[in-house]
């Protein structure tokens, strides 16, 4: 499996763009990079996947370089509420294969 | 919809007692399940996931077991708790694009 490495906390102001990066230097060739956020307990909820290139959706986008060695999640005008913890997940797909969550990414939006 | 039921919310137990928890899976069928665990202020640790009715994998040894009676329910067991077993358990299901979707999760207190 993937090792995802990211940083342990971010902090930022409402209405700014936030992006968080993920390290996974020995992705495999059919790797999937999925993210995941997680408030003070509740479950995590997915947020986006990509496989390679640029990936939108109304939350999110994705991006991820041509080497797939790292991915970057952009939160775009964060707001108070999108204070969470991110996981970064590389996982295989056509598999009943096992995610391994790391200890993610503590983003604090503040005022 | 797809929705992942968890009972109970919380539990306080002591050590040395059993457990049932039980997770249950609505609108889809022979769905792959996994429990999590997460102690206080971690990532997630997958105990145990299931690719159908009696198939169980197991990810971490440990005093924990899991059952699949039927296609849209998954149990977790111990026959005696430890302290160590504290923790924010978590049943999740697959996504058609390997993304996992996340019960509310149990709060297990082990005293």
């Known amino acids: 499996l993937a090792k995802t490495t990211q940083p342990i906390s971010m902090d930022s102001y409402e209405g700014q763009e936030v992006n968080i990066t993920c390290s996974h230097n020995?992705?495999?060739?059919?790797?999937?990079i999925t993210w995941y956020q997680q408030f003070p307990s509740q479950g995590p909820r997915f947020i986006i996947q990509?496989?390679?290139t640029k990936v939108t959706n109304e939350v999110a986008s994705l991006f991820i370089p041509a080497d797939r060695k790292s991915s970057t999640l952009s939160l775009p005008r964060v707001s108070l509420s999108d204070t969470a913890v991110y996981y970064c997940?590389?996982?295989?797909?056509?598999?009943?294969?096992?995610?391994?969550f790391g200890s993610g990414t503590q983003l604090t939006v503040l005022p | 919809s797809q929705t992942i039921h968890q009972w109970p919310a919380t539990l306080v137990q002591p050590v040395g007692s059993p457990l049932s928890l039980e997770c249950t899976v609505e609108?889809?069928?022979?769905?792959?399940l996994y429990w999590y665990r997460q102690a206080a202020g971690r990532g997630l640790q997958l105990l145990f996931y299931?690719?159908?009715?009696?198939?169980i994998s197991s990810e971490v040894p440990q005093n924990l077991s899991a059952s699949r009676p039927q296609d849209r329910q998954f149990i977790l067991s111990s026959k005696k708790l430890l302290l160590s077993d504290s923790g924010f358990y978590l049943c999740?299901?697959?996504?058609?694009?390997?993304?996992?979707?996340f019960g509310p999760g149990t709060r297990l207190t082990v005293t």
């Open positions: 997940l590389v996982g295989a797909s056509g598999s009943a294969r096992q995610l391994t």
């Open positions: 020995n992705i495999a060739t059919n790797d999937y």
């Open positions: 990509g496989y390679k």
């Open positions: 609108g889809t069928s022979n769905p792959n």
């Open positions: 299931s690719v159908g009715i009696g198939q």
């Open positions: 999740a299901r697959q996504g058609l694009s390997y993304e996992q979707y």
